[in-house]
């Protein structure tokens, strides 16, 4: 494959594990780029670790024990993926990732717990680029949590970052016993209409 040989100047340093692990994270995106018919072409990596996609695409990558899930996009968009063992983030303190109004909203079971952390980790990747500053879950604020049947959580968040508020929807699915989001920014700006509720209630 030819897009293994030009990435391995960025991925000397990592053990084999993580070589693995990146390794199907690039062949998964690889697989979603073959579909627009742009296979073959090269995902580098940017220094703040963000896949640097091909023009005219964007998307994002996550990948856990070498399964590789990704996420491919026509244009610049801001989207997001986040895959995880709902049994490892059982072993995380909740209170590391999520404060109690977001529990309340959310649930608080262990496939709630777990699509909290992986639609906050998934919103990150989507405006990680805007933040410019490393992953921190508290700036993603759970809003309007719904839970949806068979283990299904969609949410919203409106983020912060230099240039302005940012609003961003996630979703995500349990599945045996892993849990998989997405998260992307919203084209409507429900940010606005928000806080004039928000006016009209105080
Ligand atoms: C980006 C981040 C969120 C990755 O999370 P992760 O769950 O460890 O790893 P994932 O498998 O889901 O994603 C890894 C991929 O994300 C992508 N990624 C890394 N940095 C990124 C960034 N700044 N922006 C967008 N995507 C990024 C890369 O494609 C990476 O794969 P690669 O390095 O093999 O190319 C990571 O920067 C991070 O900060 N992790 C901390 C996790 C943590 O401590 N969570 C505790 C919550 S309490």
């Given at each position: 494959?030819?897009?293994?040989t030009?990435?391995?100047?960025?991925?000397?340093s990592?053990?084999e594990?993580?070589?693995?692990?990146h390794?199907?994270?690039r062949?998964?995106?690889?697989?979603?780029?073959?579909?627009?018919?742009?296979?073959?072409?090269?995902?580098?990596?940017?220094?703040?670790?963000?896949?640097?996609?091909?023009?005219?695409?964007?998307?994002s990558?996550?990948?856990?024990?070498?399964?590789?899930?990704?996420?491919?996009?026509?244009?610049?968009?801001?989207?997001?993926?986040?895959?995880?063992?709902?049994?490892?983030?059982k072993?995380?303190?909740?209170?590391?990732?999520?404060?109690p109004?977001?529990?309340?909203?959310?649930?608080?079971?262990?496939?709630a717990?777990?699509?909290?952390?992986?639609?906050?980790?998934?919103?990150?990747?989507a405006?990680?680029?805007?933040?410019?500053?490393?992953?921190?879950?508290?700036?993603?604020?759970?809003?309007?949590?719904?839970?949806?049947?068979?283990a299904?959580?969609?949410?919203?968040?409106l983020?912060?970052?230099?240039?302005?508020?940012?609003?961003?929807?996630?979703?995500?699915?349990?599945?045996?016993?892993?849990?998989?989001?997405?998260?992307?920014?919203?084209?409507r700006?429900?940010?606005?209409?928000?806080?004039?509720?928000?006016g009209?209630?105080?």
């Amino acid at each position: 494959m030819p897009f293994l040989t030009s990435m391995a100047s960025s991925v000397q340093s990592f053990s084999e594990t993580r070589l693995r692990d990146h390794l199907a994270g690039r062949l998964a995106a690889h697989r979603a780029l073959e579909w627009f018919g742009a296979g073959g072409t090269v995902i580098a990596r940017a220094p703040d670790g963000a896949p640097v996609w091909p023009c005219g695409f964007s998307g994002s990558i996550s990948h856990v024990d070498a399964l590789g899930f990704a996420l491919v996009v026509r244009g610049d968009c801001h989207v997001g993926v986040d895959m995880e063992r709902v049994a490892r983030v059982k072993l995380v303190p909740v209170s590391m990732f999520a404060c109690p109004a977001e529990i309340e909203n959310c649930g608080d079971g262990a496939w709630a717990k777990a699509s909290i952390f992986s639609i906050k980790e998934a919103m990150f990747k989507a405006v990680a680029g805007l933040l410019r500053q490393g992953f921190d879950p508290f700036r993603f604020r759970l809003l309007d949590a719904e839970p949806l049947p068979r283990a299904r959580l969609r949410t919203r968040s409106l983020v912060e970052t230099p240039s302005g508020e940012v609003a961003l929807h996630g979703e995500a699915v349990v599945r045996d016993g892993m849990v998989f989001s997405v998260a992307w920014r919203s084209s409507r700006d429900w940010s606005a209409r928000r806080r004039r509720h928000a006016g009209r209630a105080s």
